[in-house]
T-cell receptor, first 112, second 111 residues
């Protein structure tokens, strides 16, 4: 099946630890995105990548890092510098020739 | 940057009722999408509709780009329609494809 997968669904970490969230797509999409959602809020853009080996900061990039070594994969690292990391994280992708974005199922991160 | 406002923030309906959700945006857009977020958090694409009207079963959407608003119509609502509906836009001049989300309309359909 074609789609976007994110793993794990739930992640628990202690404060001060870095954690990496996985996002993989087999849709042959060019662009990939990471969003963060807090309770009762809309999504906010963390990072995006329109091509392999290139990525740009979104609106709330501080405390996060990404890599794009393969077209299919766009992992997000939540570093210990992120002050409020507990949130729901969603990955999305898009064909280069279209605007419509499609989302993965998300990862709920809890940091205590 | 572009602002996106959705109304109402909350909506409670009896099964079978119709509803209209509204999305206002503050600038010209090259992308407008409606999503349904189910109770498990999955965002489901409903419509890609930067202008015009589309219909898909009991759902339809209209975007009037010149007046900077979009409407999502749900007819004969069912309990499975419950969840949060998001409008998201991409602004002209913004980085291609980036979406700005509204805060959503939380819909509860009672049996």
């Amino acid at each position: 099946d074609g789609g976007i997968t994110q793993s794990p669904k739930y992640l628990f970490r202690k404060e001060g630890q870095n954690v990496t969230l996985s996002c993989e797509q087999n849709l042959n999409h060019d662009a990939m995105y990471w969003y963060r959602q807090d309770p009762g809020q809309g999504l906010r853009l963390i990072y995006y990548s329109q091509i392999v080996n290139d990525f740009q900061k979104g609106d709330i990039a501080e405390g996060y890092s990404v890599s794009r070594e393969k077209k299919e994969s766009f992992p997000l690292t939540v570093t210990s510098a992120q002050k409020n990391p507990t949130a729901f994280y969603l990955c999305a992708s898009r064909r280069d020739s279209a605007y419509e974005q499609y989302f993965g199922p998300g990862t709920r991160l809890t940091v205590t | 940057g572009i602002q996106v406002e959705q109304s109402p923030p909350d909506l409670i309906l009896q099964e079978g009722a119709n509803s209209t959700l509204r999305c206002n945006f503050s600038d010209s857009v090259n992308n407008l999408q409606w999503f349904h977020q189910n109770p498990w958090g999955q965002l489901i694409n409903l419509f890609y509709i930067p202008s015009g009207t589309k219909q898909n079963g009991r759902l339809s959407a209209t975007t009037v780009a010149t007046e900077r608003y979009s409407l999502l119509y749900i007819s004969s609502s069912q309990t499975t329609d419950s969840g949060v509906y998001f409008c998201a836009v991409g602004a002209y001049g913004g980085s291609q494809g980036n979406l700005i989300f509204g805060k959503g309309t939380k819909l509860s359909v009672k049996p």
